[in-house]
């Protein structure tokens, strides 16, 4: 029994809110149950030094959380003067994920920067962050479209969401909330497209070492989980994508 | 006229939203019009090691801004590796305002972090992160004597709300936005206690010297404004302050 | 009765001593009492990057203090890796306060730096600064005149000084030294031109909220005193201003 | 074909050159073709602060790249001040594999930090890093044996050993060097235990997305790399483990 | 010929003023012609972790220069974040040259920081900071002797003194200033105690390498001046040491 | 007696092993005795900015230890965020020393980095990386002129080398190791060319000062030493140089 109630295979209530911030070129807060994510998309005209002149975009993506998302105060990392290990790590998941259904020539020498920062944390920032960061970039090209600088169907290849599973007292189950992420003795993350074309797979043996079966069994779950992410993704964007 | 069609002493639409998020001991979503700004009060069972042993509590702020509540995407202060002179600036008033309507001894010794982050930003965030916060820490002091660690009514002497106000096309106006911040000849800022007590005055000229009778306009402006928050936060935390 | 035996409306010994410095454009040594900062006005030719191809130039300030200018040894900043908060609240008032009265078209695309740095300080320190500060820019400007680069009467409007004020003891007192800077019940910062304009106002509340009319008497005892000092940088730059 | 003209399932040459350092507690350094990687394990009596009184020991892990180890020389992350997020990634990525074969407790109240240097690279950093750094920490436990602090085999549950595989003109390649890990559509990293258990599973798509089929052939590419190698810790380790 | 037309074996004028400070246990302006540099030595009842308990008290220095101490304005340390390599040898120079002549058990368990601010630079700064930190530190000894906390004598074994000799347009001469310094073809810097004991020698070719000839003219021309300054320290601090 | 039952003029077993590093255009791993450290020379078409336009050159060095390199783990400083002074201040005169030897205006607009990272201490590092940092700047310059980029001849003006002594229980003696440089009275470095010109001399007293006469016997010594060091590099470099 989850602590949540939900079944092994189930979702925990999922929200995507466009258009939250009046200034950004695309935007969504992402909520999957507790955890809460704001992404927006910032479109700026340059591209890092190491792409000038070469005809390509770039997307990437930056991870904040506010201090006091999480249970206890965290440290504000503006104030520590270096952003955690952690936070490079996931800030640089979300930026290859993005990147990885992105056409960078279509996109022409522009940069997207997508910012993700976690308003509320309950396991599960990372998946939420990717999720929702596509429907902030979606409509950022959106917004470039109705501007005539790009077709959102050439930039895009495809959608991209993610979704974490886990093996909790000893089954597997979909998406972990932080009740049950901190006591997980298996812990893995899975970003796929909405042709199923796996992108990334993390997986981590937080106690006992795990098994291939049970591994596929999680990459099942997590099939199934994005399949239903991509669904809402559709409905979010509507006819547009 | 006011580019908000405002009249010069008009608040823009306030809203104070108690219990935003799940974890902090305190909390409070402020809307000045398009400025959002989430406070949080996070209770600590320390006090900086110039307190120990003293008796004495303590309450600090800290001031963040997600990198695009902005018209233009700003540099991450994460990411930057430290914090500006603006934001180290505004968190120092924070702090002095908040502390000025608390009797630290009643505290105990205890260490109170209100952290005002800017979701959204559309001038005056300063101002608001101080009437929020306010109502932040006061739930926080209410969570803390429902657990009869402390009476709220000891530890809290007054209400504080503050309250920008400026030269604007040569009239004195309440609660500028950004528009009209980013081209007021004058510009200031003002903290009171519910009382009508003056907590902090800050005021630049931007562009020409102003006058004191100038100033006194403005000062008036902000004694009006700020009573209408503090009413506000009165409404808002019900009998229960 | 105050510790120095002064009146309540009485200025401390103020001394102005141009050409302190062998290498900078313009520099003077400043002394409020035991308060002692060593301004200098260094000229580059660039400007921030904002500004490139505005036609305008800049002038920005920089407050040190050595280690030891206080009663206790505080630690280097250099050391440390990074300015207090304080640090940067000050410098950024003391830049403000200087370009107030500088028309930055005149100056053309240049920048001039004053630097203040705190030999010996007893409070006041940054009301110091923008008064010596005023003399070293005065004369940067006057070796720019001599080498024909900018007349220094078309890009100074006025003369800046600064003064604190605050109430001791229940009363209102200019000038404050240490010992009463310290125990103040509050303490304001006035920076006004030479004709009497009001470019900045900062009062503060330590201990109890103060009244509107505190204010006024602060404010009237601020222009008594910084008429004075005004009157004294006329003597210190002679016919020449 | 493989530019070094291995088989699909060949590891480069590998050695594990155990006692290279004349002062550490365990030292490795291991080759796994040109990419040579230096281990060491140093013993503290001690352990991070949310450990103490816990009874419980702790491994860490550090990561560290000479400037000129690489093709183009890189800047030197001491000078720049800071670990990029590769690093830190990576660092956390073997301090994770290490201690997933490590009983806590039984270590004691000690600290052993395992540095990986690379004093050369071709590809597959990581991946020789932890299959050193097991040997450096199995020759630590063993120096601590020898003083009776701790049995060798209470602390170490099994061997662990990582390798990388990869989809290489189509084809899947095991421990992929350089000049194919540059070019290879899709990347994964593997970290099992000598029992076959697995610890870590990280799979990138660089290109198109990968299929579940492709990844399964990964995992028995790897399987099989990983027990070659566990062979050679034993070998290398002798009897003793 | 000198550009400052002194004979070879000349110091510039020298001088030491005591008790510049009002704050620091001891201090002294020191001049070595237009090298300017204010030395205050700060008494801490606390030393350095590792001498804890040791029964040994420290002395240490540290060294910065104002921004416009220079011909041409230099970054300010404190906002560039860092301490340069230049800074830090030069301070770890004066710190060994002052413990040179210190008895560190008979100063007991504190720790006397001797802080040397150039405020204004024209070469030498490093010699003439130790010659006159010599007398900071003295009278920051007799200030505790005074209070019955040592007794000078025990503590202090000798003077020191330091002076920098070079080779200028082919001829060796004794302390350079600026002009010499930056065109020496060889410079080199001398540290001796009042009984002519070597603590520190420090001798570069920045041009051609020199030979053992022409090093013990510089030694010999070091010896004069440094046998100079110690005169000027005793006539300083009087019968007293 | 030393403890490594050396005469007093007797160097520790060197070797000089070019080519030791697959990437960069020159290296070496130089032993004295336990002491190793591998020096990498890297080519790049830049100058620092100071030296645009100037058809100058530039040679520099920077230094690092891995963490374990001695006896106790020193923090890795790319963890700590910055360099040691001590590291700065090695870095600087292995760059100085280096400079020396070496025609900027052949060289070219080109940067030439030798990276000097000790892999393994016992004292004398510094010494050790000047030596064989040579060797790798020398194979630097013959790959350059086997690509007709310069003649070596024409940019190496001699050779270069390093080495310390010091007086340890009151003998002279010639290349400390650890154990006698942690206890030395006095110790000091010597650089010298092939010629037998002197580059840099750097004598410290640790513990009494010492004399003229003991300084010229350390020369003696270190001129011997140098000598068979530049004998060894005339050997490794064979007819090249």
Chains 1, 2, 3, 4, 5, 6 share one sequence.
């Not at 998302?69 to 440290?75: F, P, V, Y």
């Not at 952690?86 to 020498?109: F, K, N, Y």
Request: hydrophobic fraction near 40%; charge should be negative.
């Amino acid at each position: 029994m989850r602590p949540s109630k939900r079944a092994g295979d189930q979702l925990r209530p999922v929200s995507l809110e466009r258009n939250f911030s009046r200034h950004a070129e695309g935007s969504c807060l992402v909520k999957f149950g507790d955890t809460h994510v704001l992404c927006t998309a910032s479109l700026e005209e340059r591209v890092p030094g190491w792409l000038r002149n070469s005809g390509k975009g770039w997307v990437t993506a930056e991870y904040g959380m506010l201090p006091r998302a999480t249970g206890d105060r965290m440290r504000r990392e503006a104030a520590s003067g270096k952003q955690s290990g952690r936070t490079q790590e996931i800030q640089r998941l979300i930026g290859r994920s993005l990147r990885a259904v992105v056409d960078l020539p279509a996109l022409g020498e522009r940069q997207i920067t997508v910012d993700c920062d976690v308003i509320q944390a309950d396991g599960g920032t990372r998946t939420a962050a990717i999720t929702g960061g596509f429907v902030a970039l979606a409509d950022c090209l959106a917004w470039m479209e109705a501007r005539a600088m790009v077709k959102r169907k050439d930039v895009l290849t495809s959608h991209v969401a993610a979704i974490s599973c886990g093996i909790y007292n000893g089954e597997p189950v979909l998406d972990l909330d932080y009740p049950e992420d901190s006591t997980a003795q298996t812990d893995a993350n899975f970003v796929m497209t909405g042709a199923g074309g796996i992108i990334e797979i993390q997986g981590t043996a937080e106690g006992a070492p795990f098994s291939e079966d049970e591994f596929l069994k999680l990459l099942a779950l997590a099939r199934k989980g994005i399949n239903e992410l991509v669904a809402m993704q559709r409905e979010a964007l509507g006819a547009e994508l």
